[in-house]
Antibody, heavy 122, light 108 residues
Framework: EVQLVQSGAEVKKPGESLKISCKGS????????IGWVRQMPGKGLEWMGI????????RYSPSFQGQVTISADKSISTAYLQWSSLQASDTAIYYC???????????????WGQGTLVTVSS | EIVLTQSPGTLSLSPGESATLSCRAS???????LAWYQQKPGQAPRLLIY???SRATGIPDRFSGSGSGTDFTLTISRLEPEDFAVYYC?????????FGQGTKVEIK
């Protein structure tokens, strides 16, 4: 069974750093892309970026380039999303989601993590 | 960046009725790169349709997708109580993904 299990909720202060995780199981983790999606309170879905754990090829949405860092450790089947200096506007739920290889011809986020709520408040 | 505009914003229907949700792109989108997701309160999104018209594994056949170019449609025939949720379309192009703003299907 394919599963993506994300790390737990976080409460941080502005200016603090944070790294959240997404652990995959039930499939070949290096062979599928992992995307990150933000959902601000009461709002829609925003794509942040995507990484291929097999070779760490990473692509960012222009809206999030330079604001976050996406990484992965294929040896432990885990992808990460990190901030060096959080702002109150980073308060949101962050989802990771699996994406098939582009060579498959399909574009879809077929399995999603349960989401990690990040609250940034002084 | 391709912008996806979903309409209507909210659809008020009764169980058993059919729902037609629209997703319009600001420029042409390959059908292969168009997907639909369902999100219920407090839950992660769930893939419903990919390639504009292919149902994801386990999705009931009352869900169907159609369209091409700039106009895509998600149809839910015979709404079940569990279908009341928010639906998002999503596209991929120029190495970027974008989502529509969502359509809420609520119980009338």
């Amino acid at each position: 069974e394919v599963q993506l299990v994300q790390s737990g909720a976080e409460v941080k202060k502005p200016g603090e750093s944070l790294k959240i995780s997404c652990k995959g199981s039930g499939y070949s983790f290096p062979s599928y892309w992992i995307g990150w999606v933000r959902q601000m309170p009461g709002k829609g879905l925003e794509w942040m970026g995507i990484i291929y754990p097999g070779d760490s090829d990473t692509r960012y949405s222009p809206s999030f380039q330079g604001q976050v860092t996406i990484s992965a450790d294929k040896s432990i089947s885990t992808a990460y999303l990190q901030w060096s200096s959080l702002q109150a506007s980073d308060t949101a739920i962050y989802y990771c989601a699996r994406h098939p290889p582009y060579s498959s011809g399909w574009v879809r986020f077929d399995f999603w993590g349960q989401g990690t709520l990040v609250t940034v408040s002084s | 960046e391709i912008v996806l505009t979903q309409s209507p914003g909210t659809l008020s229907l009764s169980p058993g009725e059919s729902a037609t949700l629209s997703c319009r792109a600001s420029q042409s989108v390959s059908s292969t790169y168009l997907a639909w997701y369902q999100q219920k309160p407090g839950q992660a999104p769930r893939l419903l349709i990919y390639g504009a018209s292919s149902r994801a594994t386990g999705i009931p056949d009352r869900f169907s997708g159609s369209g091409s170019g700039t106009d895509f449609t998600l149809t839910i025939s015979r709404l079940e109580p569990e279908d009341f949720a928010v639906y998002y379309c999503q596209q991929y192009g120029s190495s970027m993904y974008t989502f529509g703003q969502g359509t809420k299907v609520e119980i009338k």
